[in-house]
């Protein structure tokens, strides 16, 4: 009489064939345009998590903030003081839209942002460059989406990948990406009156 055990280490056996027949077919390798998006939390620090597996694989890489200003964050000051030599990190936002009440300033900020971001893009050195938040300078039109599609698709090198956070990205930029997630907001303390804390949110 057959076991539960032994049904299950059939199961997983053919599972398993299943698998490596579908993993034998899977050979490309290419740099990836990746997208994370929704309203819900996680995109940046998802981002960061693979910035910090390049900086542990010894493969160059750079992170652009189009938002995010002078507050300190645990990534940032992270990565500035020791893995400077493996990662690039330029802040080149003021802050958040309502907080600078400025278009213009907002504009000529986030043009610079992209202008940096393109140069690191180009640096074939760099294996990964992240976008942080740039979903949003897009949103308000502040870099027209034309221009940031045009440049991944024909000018990113071949093996660089790109990573784009933030919400309501562009269904522009989402055609063109290899990789899309979109962060699903369930549940947020947000809205039982709980502040963003050091750690969770920065």
């Known amino acids: 009489m057959t076991t539960d055990s032994e049904r299950h280490a059939q199961k ?3 599972k398993k064939a299943a698998r490596d027949k579908i993993m034998a077919t899977k050979t490309d390798e290419k740099g990836l345009i ?15 998590g693979m910035i910090f597996r390049c900086i ?7 992170v652009v903030q189009f938002i995010k200003g002078g507050m300190s964050t645990g990534e940032r000051d992270l990565i500035t003081r020791h893995f400077s030599d493996k990662c690039a990190f ?15 300033r907002d504009v000529e900020m986030a043009r610079a942002a992209w202008e940096k971001s393109k140069e690191l ?3 074939p050195k760099n294996r990964m460059v992240l976008l942080d938040e740039i979903n949003i300078a897009l949103r308000y039109d502040y870099i027209p989406i034309d221009e940031v599609v045009d ?3 024909n000018e990113k090198p071949e093996m660089t990948h790109v990573v784009l956070t933030g919400r309501n990205a562009k269904d ?8 899309v997630t979109e962060m699903e907001l369930v549940k947020h303390p947000f809205r039982s009156g709980i502040k963003a804390q050091i750690g969770v949110e920065f």
């Open 56 to 62: 542990a694989h010894d493969m160059p890489c750079a």
């Open 34 to 48: 990746i997208v994370h998006t929704g309203k819900g939390k996680g995109k940046s620090s998802a981002a960061f």
């Open 151 to 153: 440049f991944l698709v």
């Open 121 to 123: 893009i180009r640096d």
């Open 90 to 104: 330029h802040t080149m936002g003021e802050g958040f839209t309502w907080e600078t009440q400025d278009r213009d």
């Open 12 to 14: 997983m056996a053919k």
């Open 172 to 179: 522009e930029l989402i055609e063109v990406a290899d990789l």
